[in-house]
């Protein structure tokens, strides 16, 4: 936990010098070079348009401009987001030795491109489905033991990298707003849900996961698309940890539980009890 912080740490830091680095500027001072580089770039020219690597200073030198710092932070990024995909394809494939289970991943496309899996109950018939939310600095492939406990008891379960997070899209623990977390969330429960159209949907979140549920939730047509809510450890408060730190103005307005979060927890876990009552879902215990 500490390294992963330090590294965000140090990326941050790298990411605020940058700006004021300086590039040192490369000059052909030979006329040959001038003459041979002005032939190249006019072959480009033919072949590519105006686009080039070096610009024309009047009719002498030639100066080369550097790629932009944030292009090489992006490749940088999308670098580090192809190694942690591959990982949790890994992940999933490597996992074939339980014959109760069918863990599949797919790649899930909103304005960028999010891992989710699913672990499918073989020998059990289906009788609800669980939609998993993990935590900050966690991926959905941490609940694969869960999971098979809950195929176990006839759950199907779907798991969701959110942005920043496992084989999704994003700088590693990173999320400009929990919104987008919160958005990518609904269309997920909207494919879940068109997928397995006559199944009761519940969702399970931890920590950060929980606050994006809760968010979530209080859209009326995820509240009338799911049957519950499971949280542990819901991130909705915030504490202040020493004296010369203040986060009060730092604090976003979602991690609070007011009183329409109170109304809709209450409501849904009453809603779980009854459907529990009605539909007989006792969970076996092992």
Known sequence: MMQSLWMLIHAFV?????????????????????DKA????????????SGGCGRRIGSGS????????????????????ASRRTLAKRRVLQDDDDDNCAREFSLFNTSHTLFTQSWTPINVKIRGLVVVMHGLNEHSGRYSGFAKKLNANGFKVYGMDWIGHGGSDGLHAYVHSLDMA?????????????????????????????????????????????????????AVGVEQSNSFFSVSDEKPQYQFLNRSILRCCTFFFTQVESSCEKESFQISTP
Do not use: Y
């Open 14 to 34: 790298l990411l605020l010098l940058l700006p004021f680095r300086r590039h040192p500027k490369r000059v052909a001072t030979s006329i040959a070079a001038v």
């Open 38 to 49: 002005a032939d190249a770039s006019d072959e480009k020219k033919q072949g590519e348009g």
């Open 62 to 81: 030639l100066l080369r401009v550097p790629t932009p710092w944030w292009k090489a932070v992006a490749m940088a990024v999308d670098q580090e987001v």
């Open 182 to 234: 919160v958005n990518d969330l609904k269309l997920f429960l909207k494919k879940v849900l068109a997928d397995n159209p006559d199944l009761p949907c519940f969702c399970f979140g931890h920590s950060t996961g929980a606050a994006i549920v809760l968010k979530a939730a209080l859209d009326p047509k995820v509240e009338a698309g799911i049957a519950g809510l499971v949280l542990t450890s819901p």
